[in-house]
């Protein structure tokens, strides 16, 4: 079985969903099984984004690719830092 990528979006939109039919009597394991994942996978999604509307969950995940860019840079920098003390060191 495959495995499909859901956009943030979708993933806030399934969430309430649930939320939705669980308020209108259905169990949850009917409600998850309607929005068509595993448990596991809706435990885990409502981990990560339990209270977040459409838009905070786009801006979580722009900074988290920005963070991941500044941390490679940094650790780019570092390095670079590194073999000039090292050069220094042995003139």
């Not at 990560?48 to 780019?76: F, P």
């Not at 920098?77 to 220094?88: C, H, P, R």
Request: glycine content about 8%; overall charge positive.
């Amino acid at each position: 079985m495959g495995t499909k990528r859901h956009k943030p979006e979708d993933v806030v939109a399934k969430l309430r969903q649930v939320d939705v039919l669980v308020s209108q009597g259905q169990s949850v394991g009917d409600a998850i099984r309607t929005i068509g994942v595993t448990e596991v996978t809706y435990y885990r999604w409502r981990k990560e984004y339990g209270g977040l509307k459409s838009d905070q969950v786009r801006r979580m995940k722009d900074l988290e690719t920005e963070n991941q860019r500044l941390r490679k840079a940094i650790a780019d920098l570092t390095l670079d830092k590194l073999i000039l003390q090292e050069a220094a060191r042995g003139n």
